[in-house]
């Protein structure tokens, strides 16, 4: 049950400051942050991180947006994780994601502006989608040496 996932905050969340506020709404569920780092995405490893989005049609201005900017990548870890950080961020269309979700509170875009313009859904983060993807996605990120292992507070009331 206990599993890591991978987090990004793309280039919209760095640029517009809101790092922090989003780190914080992850730390506060009691998750472990066991890895992060500043990274510029080439064009190749957003290839290699979209792999099975990279024949659609909106793949373009997805590698434009990711590569843009800096972002933050990190692993969380914690009791279903992959799906406790998902429900946290919200569905992918900020217009649609919940109040109370990070999508919801930070941003408005929509399907129907960014498709007319033909640009990229900018909607914060990215989020591992299932147990299977964040293990790949882990892997690909980040190497053994940059995972931490460390016992937390929330550790003695959770676990
Ligand atoms: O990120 P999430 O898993 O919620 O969504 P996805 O379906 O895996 O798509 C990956 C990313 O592509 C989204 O987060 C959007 O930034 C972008 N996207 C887009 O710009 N336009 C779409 N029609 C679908 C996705
Ligand atoms: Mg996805």
Wanted: overall charge neutral.
């Amino acid at each position: 049950m206990k599993e890591k996932t991978l987090v990004l905050l793309k280039p919209d969340a760095v640029q517009r400051g809101i790092v922090g506020d989003i780190v914080s709404r992850f730390e506060h569920t009691g998750m472990k942050i066991v890895g992060l780092k500043m990274v510029r995405v080439t064009p190749e490893f957003s290839k290699k991180h979209y792999a099975t989005h990279v024949n659609k049609p909106f793949y373009t201005g997805l590698e434009k947006f990711i590569t843009e900017g800096p972002i933050i990548a990190m692993v969380l870890e914690g009791l279903h994780a992959v799906e406790t950080v998902r429900k946290i961020v919200g569905s992918t269309e900020p217009k649609s994601a919940a109040p109370g979700t990070i999508r919801g509170d930070y941003s408005h875009h929509s399907y129907a502006y960014t498709d007319a313009h033909g640009i990229a859904i900018k909607n914060l983060i990215h989020a591992s989608g299932t147990s299977e993807e964040a293990k790949t996605e882990v892997a690909l990120w980040f190497t053994k040496e940059e995972l931490h292992d460390y016992t937390t507070v929330h550790e003695k009331h959770v676990f």
